[in-house]
């Protein structure tokens, strides 16, 4: 079976579905991941960009681009999948007409897309052409209303297949009750669920991720235990 792992941004299907990811490829599965937004722009950077960009130790954006991206395929090649992407602009940086369409963290995570978000367009075009190609598609449900895993989860849902789509609840963003609306409580109830728990496998593949996972662990200190154990379940629903 061939298999697409859509991530929003490098190190989304990582943190989210590791383990479940290398269940597949064990069990003789062809698993592919798609990092979606991974191109970055220098232009109209507010407050908010500049300091989670300062917070993972970079003031350059093309550095800063450049770093991500080869976390990403140390990481990716580590779990064994192929990596693919269509190179879209992640949401802190796209930009309309010279400004910025997401200004504040505030408006990027509000659960809306924005009206001048023209990358709905471009991905949904690029979804219905990859999908045909795979059996099965494991996206991220959406779970912290960031614009970017809104916008995954709305065009893998428009475009995709729905027998052939799966979920995966996005880490960090599910460890807080705030973010539980109620589609994700129904989907738990209505769907086949998956949960695998961390292995060292996953903590030493977190780790290519340098720029990211001290921020991970630092504001969400609370679910590490002894430094490297991390006590969340990877959750993955599906409707069969």
């Known amino acids: 079976m061939k298999i697409l792992v859509l991530s929003p941004h490098a190190d989304d299907a990582v943190f989210s579905c590791f383990d479940h990811i290398k269940g597949l490829i064990r069990s003789g599965h062809y698993v592919s991941v798609c990092t979606i937004f991974?191109?970055?722009?220098?232009?109209?950077?507010?407050?908010?960009?500049?300091?989670?960009?300062?917070?993972?130790?970079?003031?350059?954006?093309h550095l800063f681009e450049k770093a991500r991206q080869q976390e990403d395929k140390k990481a990716l090649q580590y779990l064994g999948v192929k990596f693919m992407t269509p190179r879209l602009i992640d949401g802190a940086f796209q930009v309309y007409r010279g400004k910025s369409v997401y200004p504040t963290f505030g408006e990027l995570f509000s659960g809306r897309i924005a009206k001048n978000d023209i990358r709905v367009l471009v991905l949904a075009d690029y979804l219905r052409k990859v999908s045909i190609s795979f059996d099965r598609v494991i996206s991220p449900i959406g779970i912290g209303s960031q614009a970017d895993h809104v916008i995954t989860e709305y065009c893998a849902k428009k475009y995709i297949?729905?027998?052939?789509?799966?979920?995966?609840?996005?880490?960090?963003?599910?460890f807080f009750l705030r973010n539980w609306k109620r589609k994700y409580i129904h989907a738990l109830l209505r769907m086949r669920i998956s949960l695998r728990w961390i292995t060292q496998e996953k903590i030493h593949c977190m780790k290519y991720y340098r720029s990211q996972i001290g921020l991970i662990i630092r504001n969400n200190r609370r679910l590490f235990f002894r430094e490297s154990r991390v006590f969340f379940p990877e959750i993955v629903v599906s409707p069969w």
């Open 38 to 61: 991974s191109k970055f722009t220098p232009s109209s950077l507010g407050d908010d960009v500049r300091g989670y960009m300062a917070n993972s130790g970079f003031t350059d954006t």
């Open 161 to 174: 297949e729905w027998g052939k789509l799966s979920y995966y609840y996005d880490v960090p963003y599910y």
